[in-house]
């Protein structure tokens, strides 16, 4: 089997249902921080000019990110954390995540919060969440959160590609995600990674191309639904997709397709 192509219809992602995940983004892991990561400093400008475009597009944002405390710490990790290494505690300056990405620079993480489970809001359509592995999707509330948004394309920007955005990627992918990588905005990406990232269906995209793409989605329809016994209702807004779920109208990501012509039936 050879390498899938973008434009195949089933691994083509659709921008206008996407979130935006941005990994591991933290002041201890840029340049100067505890525990840097090459590379990520320099890609800081392009996961910022990602994350203005989705909030200009008002697509979800997730800021995917860890808190290290007590031993629910990756095994290779472990030794190091217990040893009082000062790498991305609960409450420091160092797991704040970097000030330009976020849409108010001075906000605080709630660990509290953070550490038991649930999503942090920092900004309409923009929440902070925390993993406690490799993966954004292993022990997190992230497939719900997606799901009732009507979302079926994630775009992965971040912090050391071969470590947990690969692990999302996989994760992701066995979920039914369309996923996208920008591959100037997440540190760590080389050429051999990236390949062995596009076997498994991945669209590598710039900055620049999803930036674009998103902004020719705007004021587009996420999808059509029809309640039973109603008339077509044009869904303009993941708001909108959030506000039905949480009426109970169920609504399944996967049913959304680039021609926005599906329609999904109440009960579904």
């Known amino acids: ?6 434009d195949d219809v089933f691994i083509a992602p659709h921008l206008e249902s996407s979130a935006l995940l941005v990994i591991d983004t933290q002041v ?6 505890a525990s840097p990561i090459a590379g990520t400093t320099d890609r800081l400008p392009q996961m910022t000019r990602l994350v203005a475009a989705y909030r200009s597009a008002r697509r979800p944002i997730v800021h995917v990110i860890r808190l290290y405390e007590g031993d629910d710490v990756d095994l290779v990790r472990r030794t190091t ?22 849409p108010d620079p001075d906000v605080e993480l709630d660990a509290a919060v953070l550490l038991a489970g649930g999503l942090q809001e920092v900004g309409s359509n923009e929440v902070v969440m925390w993993k406690p592995r490799w993966s954004a999707f292993y022990r997190t ?13 994630v775009v992965l920007a971040g912090c050391n590609f071969p470590n947990c955005p690969r692990a999302t990627i996989f994760d992701a992918s066995e979920r039914d995600y369309r996923v996208v990588v920008a591959q100037d905005a997440t540190s760590q990406v080389t050429p051999d990674r990236l390949s062995d990232a596009l076997q498994l269906g991945v669209c590598a ?5 999803v930036v ?14 029809r309640p039973a016994g109603a008339g077509r209702r044009v869904i303009t807004s993941q708001e909108e997709v959030a506000e039905l779920a949480a009426a109970g109208v169920r609504i399944d990501k996967r049913q959304f397709r680039a021609d926005l012509d599906q329609v999904i039936d109440q009960g579904l």
Do not use: C, K, W
């Open 1 to 6: 089997m050879g390498t899938p192509t973008p």
């Open 81 to 102: 954390i217990q040893g009082g290494a000062p790498i991305v505690r609960p409450g420091s300056a160092g797991a704040r995540i970097a000030p330009s990405l976020l």
């Open 205 to 209: 995209m710039s900055t620049e191309a």
């Open 212 to 225: 674009g793409e998103l902004a020719a989605t705007r004021g587009a329809p996420v999808a059509e639904l």
């Open 28 to 33: 201890d892991f840029l340049d100067g921080g």
């Open 141 to 153: 509330p992230l497939d719900d959160h997606l799901g009732n948004l009507g979302i079926d394309t």
